[in-house]
């Protein structure tokens, strides 16, 4: 419960009719804010996540867009900032096409328009080299061409064009350094 409203209780108190809407509502209000909050405390999420956990958790929606409104009011939900934690965790741990990124953004709830500019600076055929070195190692001691066929394969998967994977692929196969 709100700690404004809880200070003019008091034990044995006899609440008018018209008091009692206004503090459940408060307390409701307070249940949903800290549902974000524990929601938040796992990791950084988008607007919309947050948003749909809550509903889903039975809360009013009207409800739900005051306590999403109190969270960016204290900066404590930024889509631009988890667009950006986003892709930056995409570049180190799992390297991924700037389309690829894009998607996961947008699935996430962030707006097109944040999830491109958040984007821009991702070098796919660089992502492509970096990801492609991680899984050499597990290709190692294939022939030529499973080894291209399933490289090919991997970074499909990670959403890169058949003109950036081409380049990569022959990069290694011809021994040209995935790190250059």
């Known amino acids: ?30 249940q949903c804010y800290q549902a974000a909050l524990r929601f938040l405390s796992y990791r950084t999420r988008s607007a919309s996540e947050v948003k749909n956990r809550l509903l889903r958790k039975n809360f009013n ?20 900032d988890f667009a950006r934690l986003w892709k930056e965790n995409r570049d180190v741990f799992s390297p991924r096409s700037r389309r690829m990124i894009q998607a996961e953004l947008k699935f996430k709830g962030v707006s097109p328009e944040v999830a491109f500019k958040t ?16 899984k050499i ?28 994977i081409k380049k990569v692929v022959e990069e290694i196969l011809t021994g040209i350094s995935p790190d250059s």
């Open 137 to 164: 190692k597990v290709l190692t001691g294939l022939d030529k061409e499973a080894f291209r066929k399933k490289l090919s394969s991997f970074l499909v998967r990670r959403g890169f064009s058949w003109g950036t």
């Open 61 to 80: 929606p009207e409800i739900v867009s005051q306590a999403i409104q109190q969270l960016k009011d204290r900066n404590l939900l930024n889509d631009d």
């Open 1 to 30: 419960m709100d700690e404004e409203v809880a200070r003019k209780l008091r034990k044995g108190q006899t609440l008018l009719p018209h008091e009692i809407p206004e503090l459940t509502g408060a307390d409701t209000f307070q």
């Open 119 to 134: 984007t821009e600076s991702v070098d796919d055929v660089d992502a492509a080299r970096r990801a492609a070195a991680k």
